[in-house]
Nanobody, 124 residues
Framework: QVQLVESGGGLVQAGGSLILSCAAS????????MGWFRQAPGKQRELVAN???????NYADSVKGRFTFSRNNARNTVYLQMNSLKSEDTAVYSC??????????????????WGQGTQVTVSS
C-alpha cells in the first residue's frame, strides 16, 4: 500500500558526484521524518541525512559539506546530492520514511517504511 522507490545509484570515481532520489507513493496520509540511511559491507546501517516534518535537517558528520539533502513535501520525494565522493561512501543507500497511511481496513496506521536500496560504489 505504501512504496518507496529509489533511483540514482551507480558507480562513480572518487571525487565525482551522484544524485539519489526517493519517491513515496500509495495510501499516504502524511509523512513525518524522511531521509537516507546507508550500510556498507560489515558495518551497521547509519543515518546519512534526513529532514523532519518540522524542518530540521540532520547530516552524518562524515558527509557534512559534501552531501546536500532536499525534500519536496508536495511530491513526497527526497533527494540526496552527493559531491566529492570518497571510497568510504560506498554502501547500499536506503530511503526511509516515518509516515501515516490508510490500511486496507480503512484505519489510520503509523510506522517506518523502507525503499529497496540502491548501490553506490565509489572507485578510488
Amino acid at each position: 500500500q505504501v512504496q518507496l522507490v529509489e533511483s540514482g545509484g551507480g558507480l562513480v570515481q572518487a571525487g565525482g558526484s551522484l544524485i539519489l532520489s526517493c519517491a513515496a507513493s500509495g495510501s499516504i496520509l502524511s509523512i513525518n521524518d524522511m531521509g537516507w540511511f546507508r550500510q556498507a559491507p560489515g558495518k551497521q546501517r547509519e543515518l546519512v541525512a534526513n529532514r523532519t516534518w518540522g524542518g530540521s535537517t540532520n547530516y552524518a558528520d562524515s558527509v557534512k559539506g559534501r552531501f546536500t539533502f532536499s525534500r519536496n513535501n508536495a511530491r513526497n520525494t527526497v533527494y540526496l546530492q552527493m559531491n566529492s565522493l570518497k571510497s568510504e561512501d560506498t554502501a547500499v543507500y536506503s530511503c526511509n520514511a516515518d509516515l501515516f497511511w490508510r490500511g486496507e481496513d480503512g484505519r489510520t496506521r503509523y510506522g517506518p517504511h523502507w525503499g529497496q536500496g540502491t548501490q553506490v560504489t565509489v572507485s578510488s
